[in-house]
């Protein structure tokens, strides 16, 4: 009688372990966002930097380089373009503010 009651809370055990285990949603569509720096990017098109901005990519300083995307950014109370810059096989990128200044 033992070994029947024994076996059976062991069955009913089992069962509501593989219940319990089937029940756990896996996060398949979840949303990840990554927030860096606490940096708000905004992505903008070439042709709407502002004329300071292009001003200094026509600059000696970035003489050879190509500008390929850019975007605004805002860091706290700090409002400054990111651009990224292309020269043959090298690529970088450059903190300017809407002055045309760079941005440390």
């Keep these: 009688m033992k070994k029947l009651i024994l076996s059976a809370a062991f069955l009913a055990f089992a069962g509501f372990s593989a219940v319990q285990a089937s029940e756990v949603n896996p996060m398949k569509n979840a949303a990840i966002l990554a927030v860096q720096d606490s940096v708000v990017k905004t992505p903008v098109k070439l042709e709407e930097l502002p004329e300071p901005v292009t001003t200094a990519l026509k600059s000696d300083a970035y003489k050879g380089w190509t500008a ?5 950014a805002k860091e ?3 409002e400054y373009f990111i651009i990224n810059v292309k020269k ?3 690529t970088g990128s450059v ?3 809407k002055d045309g200044k760079p941005v440390q």
């Design 76 to 78: 706290g109370a700090k």
């Design 68 to 72: 390929t995307e850019a975007w605004a």
């Design 88 to 90: 043959e096989a090298e």
């Design 95 to 97: 903190k300017i503010d």
